[in-house]
């Protein structure tokens, strides 16, 4: 296929890591790859695209994929997850981290037994994990630079299996193509996708079709809502109502762009009780028309990207706290 202007000028950004990475990749004959513990489209997205892609490219070698299944992800859209014994990580291995920055995220910790560790990612970090990162705060997905790396790799080949995960990753972290993130490089990674012969349509309706029983929790969120008052929409879902709409923490967060096109709302966010926390209660995914939400959520202990981040509190006593710092940035 001939590539885009843009993926070949991404291409000759990342020659050196690139090189080094098909190096590394060639070298190990048991890959592991990693993503982000609570996946959304786009962790899952690019870690199975890219576990396929390496099984079609490299049958002989052993390539695997561990983290935490999603509630409704797995099995619908991703295979469940594989549960990789102690014993696996004791003889040499690669690990290949996507989509995740901090090391405390990294949804299995045993990637520090891996003799090469690689990392392909759009998040900020504080934390250097692998020698040789292939790192775009810039980038609308992880998918995105994943991708890139895999159609500038001469004589590998794309397949339409890999492209449909990927394509998921690219759509689930853009907002289907909506969010500022988004560039010519991303829809030239599109491209490149879709001429793999995948269908975007039943793509679409397989990531975003709707059960009857979703539109209660819709009606809950509608009936439920708040407004401070420079436009920071929320709404909490405490355990006792998931409970009752029977559904997750993660399914509860799944309503939050129903604000992002109201006018006069500059930010919104989901509020969900964690049944089962460790050293945190409540969840929250933030979003923004504009701004930069993302130093609020890493003061509230968590990060992400300009337009979506995740953030926690303890309980709903920081409610306030929580939305009058995100309020102030609208004053
Ligand atoms: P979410 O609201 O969970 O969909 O997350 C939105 C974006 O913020 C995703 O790119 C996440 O990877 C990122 N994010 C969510 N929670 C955290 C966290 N605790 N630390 C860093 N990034 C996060």
Request: glycine letters at 6%; charged letters at 25%.
């Amino acid at each position: 296929m001939k590539l885009d202007q843009s993926v070949k000028d991404y291409g000759e950004k990342f020659k050196k890591e690139y090189s080094l990475l098909r190096r590394a990749i060639r070298r190990y004959d048991r890959i592991v790859v990693y993503r982000h513990s609570k996946p959304d489209y786009d962790a899952m997205g690019t870690q199975m695209g890219l576990v396929t892609f390496l099984k079609d490219n490299f049958p002989n070698k052993e390539i695997h994929f561990v983290g935490d299944n999603h509630v409704t992800f797995t099995p619908r859209l991703f295979p469940v997850t594989e549960k990789l014994p102690d014993s696996f990580f004791a003889d040499p291995f690669m690990a290949i981290v996507v989509d995740v920055g901090d090391t405390d995220r990294i949804a299995d910790p045993r990637f520090q037994k891996a003799k090469y560790v690689a990392k392909m990612d759009h998040h900020p970090c504080k934390e250097q994990i692998a020698r040789h990162p292939i790192v775009d705060l810039g980038a609308a997905a992880a998918s995105e630079i994943v991708v890139d790396f895999c159609l500038n790799w001469k004589g590998a080949s794309l397949s339409k299996e890999a492209a449909r995960y990927f394509y998921i990753g690219l759509v689930g972290d853009s907002g289907r193509f909506m969010y500022s993130s988004t560039t010519a490089h991303t829809f030239a990674i599109a491209q490149g996708l879709i001429a793999t012969g995948i269908s975007i349509s039943d793509i679409y309706l397989e990531m975003y079709e709707k059960k009857i029983d979703d539109l209660k929790v819709t009606a809950y969120v509608l009936n439920h809502f708040a407004v401070s008052p420079h436009g920071v929409a929320y709404y909490c879902l405490p355990a006792k109502v998931q409970e009752e709409l029977k559904i997750t923490s993660e399914q509860g967060k799944t309503n939050v762009n129903l604000f992002s096109n109201i006018a006069g709302i500059n930010a919104w966010c989901s509020i969900t009780e964690d049944p089962n926390p460790k050293d945190w209660c409540w969840r929250v995914s933030i979003r923004s028309k504009k701004a930069d939400i993302s130093p609020i959520a890493f003061k509230w202990g968590g990060g992400g990207h300009a337009q979506a981040s995740g953030a926690r509190i303890k309980d709903l006593t920081e409610l306030d706290a929580f939305i009058k710092d995100l309020d102030d940035m609208f004053a």
